[in-house]
């Protein structure tokens, strides 16, 4: 009888007990239950009667250990993560509960993946289970949970077995990205991180560039040259970086000469939007998101923002403003990327965050641009994108209408020698119409062109010149009056 009795009270007890943790499982809050845990595990281990045995009490309640693998750590993105999502990724779909679908262009089939944000995984009999989870400020977490007995398989050998697969399946499927940055507005959106992309398909390559052939050589010798220098900059004690100003008129190739690059070097492209960014401490949490292998592009960056330097003529208005209106100029001005701080990410201490990186800026008016920005060691390299020469046309040429030589190639010549047009438009002349190449038709098109060129260019210069002489006359008889009135 006592031992029936004894075995209802503890049957008694451990139903109370079950059922007060799963109403405490339910009823409190996350972080209510961790710090109530916490107590009641701490409070157990100081109490010196059960010291002994509080490692086992500690298992009986929390038997599973979480590991957590943030997307960004601190400033600088975190590739485990990384190789982590794409490793998930790869997981065979036909235990999937849920799959997302998608047509790649120019693909017949569809590609499916796993749009699930827990996954089970199995590891030298261990069974692991892997979460997507989405904080409140957006930032993304990969949450590893396994029981407490597997510790020293999953730190040992699971995690590397993990990673270094998901880069070798990222290695083995590689595809170059075109990426551009969300507004900081939206950093904190569940949906959005600060980089969104694209697949990379640009068919440029320098082989296609209208351009002489001694200055591809020469740019292209220079991307060799960093692309194998991972030991020489080691040397030398400089950041493996290197940086290139893109300038000249517009349609003369800036975009396609980027284009050619990362193809040649299959580097992905990061198109840095500048007016998107709010200070500099949000440029330099951009920027070390960047991955390595990549061209950080600045395009018409005289236009994009600011970045003279110097005080300009709305600053020292502030001083005549009203308060109201002086405290919303001071801070629209305050939500600016600085000059100061665009250069100490290509060439301060913020420029080693990161390995073989290449910073492109574009142009059309350098003259705009503040000497320290575009100085040798920040833009390594300046290459002039100019108006379209004979050497360069013959290159578009063989790219539209598969032609080395032609009767109307010398007077061509003699025009490209005396006008300014861009490759842009002399390319837009050779197009095919309707689909259809016509060799003679579109040369002759591009002649006809280039002479009424001729006749406006110099019909202004005429014009600029008429105007200068007048100018001249004017001063002239301005200073016979006045020594006439002298006299």
Same mark, same amino acid.
């Given at each position: ?102 047509? &790649? ?13 827990? &996954? ?33 398989? &999953? ?123 709010? /200070? ?24 994009? &923002? ?25 801070? *629209? ?65 063989? *790219? ?19 006008? /300014? ?67």
């Amino acid at each position: 009888m006592m031992m029936g009795d004894t075995m209802r009270t503890i049957g008694s007890s451990m139903a109370s007990l079950f059922f007060f943790w799963a109403t405490f499982q339910q009823i409190f809050p996350d972080h209510l239950k961790i710090a109530i845990k916490e107590f009641l595990l701490s409070t157990i281990q100081q109490l010196s009667i059960v010291q002994r045995f509080s490692d086992r009490i500690i298992n009986f309640f929390s038997p599973y250990i979480v590991i957590n693998f943030p997307e960004y750590e601190e400033y600088r993105f975190n590739h485990a993560f990384a190789a982590i999502e794409t490793y998930l990724g790869a997981k065979a779909t036909d235990k999937a509960q849920k799959l997302r679908a998608s047509q &790649v262009k120019e693909s017949k089939g569809l590609v499916l993946k796993r749009d699930e944000t827990k &996954v089970r995984d199995v590891y030298e009999g261990l069974n692991v289970w892997w979460e997507l989870v989405t904080g409140t400020d957006g930032d993304r977490t990969h949450r590893l949970t396994f029981h407490r007995r597997g510790l020293e398989i &999953v730190t040992g050998s699971y995690i590397k077995y993990v990673v270094e697969e998901g880069k070798s399946i990222e290695a083995r499927n590689k595809k170059m990205k075109l990426y551009t940055n969300n507004p900081s507005s939206d950093w904190g959106s569940s949906k959005k991180s600060m980089w969104r992309h694209i697949d990379f398909k640009h068919p440029a390559s320098f082989q296609t560039l209208a351009m002489e052939s001694k200055k591809k050589e020469e740019i292209l010798n220079d991307l060799e040259a960093f692309s194998n220098g991972k030991e020489y900059y080691k040397k030398i004690g400089k950041a493996w970086k290197r940086g290139y100003l893109l300038h000249g008129p517009p349609g003369t190739g800036k975009s396609t000469m980027i284009a050619a690059m990362a193809n040649h070097l299959n580097y992905s492209i990061y198109d840095l939007e500048l007016t998107a960014i709010q /200070n500099n401490s949000e440029l330099r949490k951009l920027l070390t998101a960047t991955s390595s292998k990549s061209i950080i592009v600045i395009g018409d960056i005289d236009c994009s &923002v600011d970045l003279t330097g110097k005080r300009s003529k709305r600053d020292s208005d502030l001083f005549s403003k009203n308060d109201g209106e002086k405290g919303k100029e001071e801070q *629209n001005q305050s939500s600016r990327v600085t000059l100061s701080g665009l250069l100490n990410f290509i060439d301060g201490i913020w420029s080693a965050c990161g390995q073989e990186r290449i910073i492109v800026f574009t142009t059309n008016h350098m003259e705009k641009l503040d000497p320290a920005l575009i100085r040798r060691g920040r833009m390594d390299m300046h290459i002039e994108l100019s108006y379209c020469s004979f050497e360069g046309f013959k290159v578009l040429a063989k *790219n539209y209408l598969d032609l080395d030589s032609h009767p109307l190639f010398v007077k061509i010549e003699s025009f490209l020698k005396e006008i /300014n047009v861009s490759p842009a438009d002399v390319a837009e002349e050779l197009m095919a119409k309707n689909h259809k190449i016509d060799v003679d038709g579109s040369l002759k098109d591009l002649v006809q062109s280039l002479e009424r060129r001729k006749k406006n260019q110099r019909g202004n210069s005429h014009d600029q010149k008429k105007k200068y002489s007048d100018r001249k006359l004017g001063i002239f008889n301005w200073a016979s009056k006045q020594l006439m009135g002298r006299h």
